[in-house]
């Protein structure tokens, strides 16, 4: 390369440095203002995640040192004195001070609080899907057949994890009102259905048997 090549080489590269510093002082707040925004928005997900840990534990510190009380009734109270921070936090704390009313022998405070938690809209359906099976089972035959009918076809309607467990206790009322017919048929469904737990289809298959059935006991 000539010396002139070289000097030209030279000129070139001093104008391309120029004008990125141009383009930098011109526009480089841009830059910095996206640096900035980053490291915020991380620094601000980090803090939330934290916030979110830190409820979380102290939640189940909570729950574990209200069910260290010897009865029922004493952890249900001591689950009063709980917060709970979001709707999740609160469905599982809710649930857990009505098994402990239940267990307690508190059998209507219990059922009011599943309830309320059941027609709460701003609680994950599994949530308000689980109160509203556990109200039915504690209600029992306090409970018109018909309105227990409604809430478990309600749940097998809507696919609910629970769906198989709600065939269930409608083939009990079946049983009850004295349609064995019918108690048989869905039985039967359950104890062929797939997603049935052994637990469950061992339950079917007992019942089956009890009602005069002949499917042999698995």
Known sequence: ?????????????????????????RYGWIAVVGVVAIVGGASWNEYNKAQDRAA???LGDGI???LEAEDPAARAAA??????????????LTLQRASELQAAGNNAEAASLLDALASNGDVDAIYRQIAGFKS??????????DERRAVLEGLIQTSSPLRLLAEEQ???????????TAALERLERIAADAEASA???????????????DRSEA
Do not use: H, N, P, W
Request: aromatic fraction near 2%; glycine fraction near 10%.
């Open 1 to 25: 390369m000539s010396e002139t090549d070289s000097f030209i080489e030279e000129v070139s590269e001093e104008v391309r440095r120029d004008r990125l510093y141009g383009l930098i002082r």
């Open 56 to 58: 979380a534990q102290a």
């Open 64 to 66: 574990m040192t209200a």
């Open 79 to 92: 689950l009063a004195d709980v917060s709970a921070e979001g709707t999740m936090a609160g469905a599982v």
């Open 136 to 145: 039915v089972l504690l209600k029992g035959s306090d409970m018109a057949a």
């Open 170 to 180: 409608l083939a009990l009322i079946e049983v009850e009102a004295g349609d064995t």
């Open 199 to 213: 637990g469950l289809r061992r339950r079917a298959t007992q019942l089956i048997v009890a009602l005069g059935g």
